[in-house]
């Protein structure tokens, strides 16, 4: 079965509702930020670029084709590229939410940070949504050898935290990658929180069932 109006409609929608939740509790700001869907034929809607997630239109979203090539709406973000080669590596992922939500973004600047994963198992609900986070090396915006740095680790992880940028989270669906982002932006808030305190981990034997899970 092809790809109906309907389900584009649908898609357009979710993605106006979803970032104006999320610019209106403060997890973006500006012109900051984008989402992309992946559609059933492999074609993609994402924010365009200069456009605030808090004042979306729907019909003025950018459409790129199932092989990343731009179709029509407004102009593309300049960071599509980060969406696209989560797309490439994670075949089960049909959206994609990046953001440069405040905590985040500050965790991402700390240099004593394990770039291999770099927030602690915190909580339950972290480890399950967000899993392992690997610190991807800074890169100047737009540069394309950002593209292949998350692409190293977007196979093995579908959460990455750019250096002094933010979060790329893919998911199943928009809900799934909207969540697992918030969640993460939270746990970045109680890791700045705690910092300088004694702090009582899950054992990694209790992060290693609940990742199985």
Request: charged letters at 20%; proline letters at 5%.
């Amino acid at each position: 079965m092809g790809l109906t109006k309907s389900e584009v409609t649908k898609a357009r929608d979710h993605i106006c509702v979803v970032g104006k939740s999320i610019f209106d509790r403060g997890l973006t700001f500006g012109s900051t930020g984008n989402i992309s869907v992946r559609l059933s034929d492999g074609s993609m809607l994402m924010t365009p670029t200069n456009a605030s997630l808090g004042a979306l239109d729907p019909a003025r979203l950018s459409r790129f084709d199932a092989n990343g090539i731009f179709v029509d709406g407004d102009k593309p973000t300049k960071e599509s590229f980060l969406h696209m080669c989560m797309y490439c590596q994670r075949p089960q992922s049909n959206a994609v939410v990046h953001l440069h939500s405040t905590h985040s973004v500050a965790v991402s600047t700390l240099a004593d940070v394990d770039p291999a994963d770099v927030l602690p198992p915190l909580t339950a609900y972290y480890v399950m949504r967000v899993g392992r986070l690997p610190l991807i090396p800074y890169f100047a915006p737009g540069d394309e050898k950002l593209a292949q740095a998350v692409a190293e680790q977007a196979a093995d992880n579908h959460a990455v935290l750019l250096a002094n940028h933010g979060p790329v989270v893919a998911g199943s669906s928009l809900e799934e990658a909207q969540y697992a982002t918030e969640e993460l932006e939270e746990t970045a808030k109680l890791f700045l929180m705690l910092r300088g305190h004694r702090t009582r981990l899950l054992t990694q034997e209790q992060a290693d069932a609940l990742r199985k899970r």
